[in-house]
């Protein structure tokens, strides 16, 4: 979270509301977090915690209205991306910064061939002849592994299985060579060993490209297997950020460890998973104080009251919990 002279994006105190005639929904509410070259940041969370609308903001796609970047600074390579225009966030949508969106099945035209859409991408970012964009398309499809790749630029997205449509998607975030790639849940709808491949294909990226990479997902197995550091949001605001390794060797927010214990283990013995109690709150009325304190089971009579900070709690660590400020001696409480 420490602002470093050597990040590729910095986001500091974000937040993205949307306005209706009688309430405002803070989908994110002060979101902080930094990102090196070459690095994979974990963004995790349940649904609704903020984690997309975080992704939408720093590519500038809220769509207003309903949505306002009410505060906050989104600073990409020293500038920040708030103050540029519609044009300037074209050209940078796409070449500087692209994203695999969530749903492949809807994300792609149903009515144009995937080679149209490739070839329309690489032409708006790129000073090349529609021949050259062809090639370049037909690369990037045998680079994420579609077989028979110069047959099936000719298909539409139909005739892809799941899977493949998503492998197409990660080709054509690629296919400008971006600096920073954000990825929203690439491996919700895929089976396990798909899964596998795609999470292969974005190390084997990475590592060629030097590319960052902002995985978004709920899945703590992904953040594991590809990511260098992990944000664990609820409610809008981050709760937990750390590197993966001390998130899983010691992780300390209460819904960090609830979403940890959650996870099925192979035990000899049968074990029972456990479940965070009670629902996410509702972004139109959070409650007062803490926002995770109603399903909380280390609640203290202050979490009702107050509102906690991030917290520095151990080196390149810190959490959003009173349970690690200074003045703990509390009563625990049932809200």
Avoid at 31 to 38: A, H, L, M, N, Q
Avoid at 51 to 58: F, G, L, N
Avoid at 70 to 75: A, C, K, P, R
């Amino acid at each position: 979270m420490e602002e470093t002279d050597s990040s590729l994006l910095k986001v500091s105190n974000l937040h993205t509301h949307f306005f209706s005639k009688s309430s405002v929904v803070k989908a994110v509410d002060g979101v902080t977090f930094d990102i090196k070259p070459g690095e994979t940041l974990g963004i995790v969370g349940e649904s609704g915690s903020g984690k997309s609308i975080t992704a939408m903001s720093i590519l500038g796609l809220i769509p207003s209205p309903p949505g306002k970047i009410v505060n906050g600074e989104i600073i990409y390579k020293g500038e920040d991306l708030l103050q540029k225009s519609s044009k300037q966030m074209r050209q940078i949508r796409g070449k500087e910064i692209a994203m695999v969106f969530q749903d492949p099945m809807t994300s792609l035209n149903p009515v144009f061939t995937v080679e149209k859409q490739m070839i329309e991408t690489i032409l708006a970012h790129e000073p090349v002849s529609k021949k050259a964009a062809k090639t370049r398309a037909l690369e990037l499809l045998e680079l994420v592994g579609i077989p028979d790749a110069k047959k099936r630029l000719k298909n539409y997205p139909h005739e892809f299985s799941g899977g493949m449509r998503q492998r197409v998607m990660i080709a054509m975030a690629l296919s400008c060579n971006p600096s920073l790639l954000i990825a929203d849940e690439p491996t919700t709808a895929l089976d396990v060993t798909i899964q596998a491949q795609i999470l292969e294909l974005f190390k084997k990226m990475q590592q060629q490209l030097n590319m960052s990479i902002i995985m978004i997902t709920h899945d703590l197995g992904v953040v594991s297997e590809v990511c260098d550091r992990v944000m664990v949001m609820y409610a809008g605001k981050p709760v937990e950020f750390t590197e993966t390794k001390k998130l899983f060797d010691n992780g300390k927010h209460p819904y960090t460890l609830g979403l940890m214990n959650s996870i099925p283990k192979i035990t000899p013995e049968k074990q029972k998973l456990e479940a965070i109690d009670g629902v996410p709150p509702d972004l139109r009325s959070l409650p007062k104080g803490c926002s995770f304190a109603p399903r909380c089971k280390h609640v203290m009579e202050s979490c009702l009251a107050i509102d906690p900070a991030l917290t520095k709690v151990d080196d390149n660590h810190l959490v959003r919990c009173l349970l690690y400020e200074e003045s703990k001696e509390e009563k625990v409480v049932t809200p």
